[in-house]
């Protein structure tokens, strides 16, 4: 059983495409992230959420509590997106962090 | 960027050998992270440590061991490795407010 499901799994998009990536939980969290990891790189954070809605650049971020569900929509797509997008909760009182499978996004120009 | 090394970045081993990855913080972080990943999995968690000498197994623990007698260092040992083994490895720390940075990744090939 995962804790955290991503969909989907893989995405191809033209560049200037809206995009979006869901992420669903089953577990009491403190927080949410996504993280990028670009081919071959190291993973960096995007957003950490806990509320609300979250705006950096092109990247949104949101995440509605009640339903355990959280968006990543990438406005304006550029090859330059091309990455895995991970989602990631922290737990509820325990420093502990469960990892979705990740979305592999290729943009094409 | 948070100052977090992992060393060696790239390692080939033999079967049945053993292996240490070392990861390094600049950050003086409480809490340190083991994780592996792979294709089709998320990243697994192997151990995880909450301070100096305090360690706790996570969901893949099977072969590895860790130490840490410094806070700015956390070893994970594959005591004999196995290709199963084979994997990225990549080490977090956290301070406690729900976030984590990330090292650069080992990739270990087991043969």
């Known amino acids: 059983k995962n804790e955290v499901e991503q969909s989907p799994q893989n995405l191809t998009a033209q560049e200037g495409e809206f995009i979006t990536i869901n992420c669903s939980y089953s577990v009491g969290i403190s927080a949410l992230h996504w993280l990028q990891q670009h081919p071959g790189g190291g993973i960096v954070s995007l957003f950490m959420?806990?509320?609300g809605k979250k705006k950096h650049g092109r990247l949104i971020a949101t995440i509605n509590i009640q339903e355990k569900h959280s968006s990543l929509h990438i406005t304006a797509s550029h090859p330059r997106d091309s990455a895995v997008y991970i989602c990631a909760v922290a737990l509820y009182n325990f420093n502990k962090f469960y990892f979705g499978s990740g979305t592999k996004l290729n943009v094409k120009p | 960027d948070a100052g977090i090394t992992q060393s060696p970045r790239h390692k080939v081993t033999e079967t049945g050998t053993p292996v240490t990855l070392r990861c390094h913080q600049t950050?003086?972080?409480?809490?340190m992270y083991w994780y592996r990943q792979d294709p089709g999995h998320g990243l697994r968690l192997i151990h995880y440590?909450?301070?100096?000498?305090?360690?706790d197994k996570g969901e893949v623990s099977d072969g590895y061991s860790v130490s840490r007698s410094k806070t700015e260092d956390f070893l994970l040992t594959l005591e004999s490795a196995t290709s199963s083994q084979t994997s990225v490895y990549f080490c977090a720390i956290s301070d406690g407010r729900a976030e984590q940075f990330f090292g650069p990744g080992t990739r270990l090939t087991v043969l």
């Open positions: 959420l806990s509320s």
């Open positions: 950050e003086n972080h409480r809490y």
């Open positions: 440590s909450y301070g100096v000498k305090d360690t």
